[in-house]
């Protein structure tokens, strides 16, 4: 087990949400986290922001880990929910909404 | 880097059988792209697995060739 799955594995496991993003929520570098951050802020959840551009190594790291190819990715309780265009339908759907509620 | 909407509708359309494929060039430069597929291979799949199934089928270009792209998947 790498030194990066151990530290994104522990961020999962003691953060409910955790976004994987480009840029933080306060200022994303990239429009499709930037998009993931507002439906967040919209459902009133609070989750921890992870900066993958901070270092290749997480950057890489991140899409091993989850075999993902894309940035953003969202985790919920230590599982993969999906990246933009997944939470952008389940948002739309409400089935985001319940699930941050159960 | 770049690829043509052309080749990209040809490797969606022979990875999923039986596929209606949708492609928009979103900005114009080859490299982001929306794409929407419909496939009865999608049926009793979650989102999560149909867009993995995208994802792997275009595994050589992703990342690489291919910078931004956003996937929608409807079951035929």
């Known amino acids: 087990m790498s030194e990066i799955f151990e530290k994104i594995r522990k961020e999962i496991e003691s953060n409910d949400v955790v976004l994987f993003m480009k840029g933080t929520a306060e200022s994303p570098m990239c429009g499709f986290s930037s998009v993931v951050c507002q439906i967040l802020d919209r459902l009133n959840v609070k989750y921890k922001d992870i900066n993958i551009l901070e270092g290749p190594e997480l950057r890489q790291g991140i899409k091993d880990f989850t075999d993902w190819p894309t940035i953003p990715q969202l985790y919920?309780?230590?599982?993969?929910?999906?990246?933009?265009?997944?939470?952008?339908?389940?948002?739309?759907?409400?089935?985001?909404?319940s699930l941050f509620k159960n | 880097m770049a690829i043509e909407k052309e080749e990209l509708h040809k490797l969606l359309s022979s990875a999923f059988v039986d596929s209606e494929v949708t492609i928009v060039d979103l900005a114009g430069d080859g490299d982001h792209y929306r794409v929407e597929i419909a496939s009865s291979e999608f049926a009793g799949k979650t989102k999560l697995v149909q867009h993995r199934m995208v994802n792997d089928s275009l595994k050589e270009c992703l990342g690489g060739q291919l910078h931004a792209l956003s996937i929608k998947t409807i079951i035929k």
């Open chain 1, 76 to 97: 919920f309780k230590g599982e993969f929910i999906g990246g933009c265009d997944i939470v952008k339908e389940m948002y739309e759907s409400g089935e985001l909404e």
